[in-house]
């Protein structure tokens, strides 16, 4: 009986929003279509241009960032496999919390884990935002040593259509 050998392992850094919710699809399938494990990041981070977000749960005001982030990974892994049963490989999925800025410790987790890829989300800020503040997933193709796969939903679509019809732009690392 041959030994079933499963591929290296596909990164999907995850900020909870709709579209890491497409992102972490798209990486599923792909996964399940290679034999691959699945690592679900999110890095612990309170933004400058969105203070706060973790602290939106009032009755968990005092909790810590890492206590409040935790329990967002924990809920969004069990909606998403609660939502998409057939894909089994989302509840083998690993999760891995770690704190920092998020590109650094995107690239860092990338050294560490080697995966095939990163399939991330984009929210895909144009204009002073994005010159300003710079776009993660932008420095992320930049500046990783593995295939990146971005997924951005069209901005007249509902999440629950974007499924269908992503819209996908690769980097061309290899």
Same mark, same amino acid.
């Given at each position: 009986m041959p030994n079933k050998v499963s591929a290296p392992p596909i990164l999907v850094p995850v900020d909870f929003s709709p579209n890491s919710e497409e992102a972490l699809l798209f990486? /599923?399938?792909?996964?399940? @279509?290679?034999?691959?494990?699945?690592?679900?990041?999110?890095?612990?981070?309170?933004? $400058?241009?969105?203070p706060g977000y973790?602290?939106?749960?009032?009755?968990?005001?005092?909790? $810590?960032l890492e206590?409040? /982030?935790?329990?967002?990974?924990?809920?969004?892994?069990?909606?998403?496999?609660?939502?998409?049963?057939k894909l089994r490989v989302l509840k083998k999925a690993s999760t891995e919390l770690v704190s920092g800025l998020p590109v650094?410790?995107?690239l860092e987790v990338v050294e560490k884990t080697n995966p095939s890829m990163v399939v991330m989300g984009s929210r895909g800020r144009t204009g002073i935002s994005h010159l300003l503040l710079g776009?993660?997933?932008?420095?992320?193709?930049r500046l @990783?040593?593995?295939?990146?796969?971005?997924?951005?939903?069209q901005e007249d679509e509902e999440p629950s259509e974007a499924a269908d019809n992503p819209s996908v732009q690769n980097n061309n690392n290899e």
């Open positions: 990486a /599923a399938n792909i996964a399940a @279509c290679m034999n691959a494990p699945l690592i679900v990041l999110h890095v612990v981070h309170d933004p $400058g241009d969105a973790y602290a939106q749960r009032d009755e968990k005001a005092l909790m $810590g206590d409040i /982030a935790t329990e967002m990974m924990s809920e969004f892994m069990e909606r998403m496999v609660t939502t998409h049963p650094t410790r995107i776009s993660k997933a932008e420095q992320i193709v @990783c040593p593995v295939p990146v796969t971005i997924i951005k939903i």
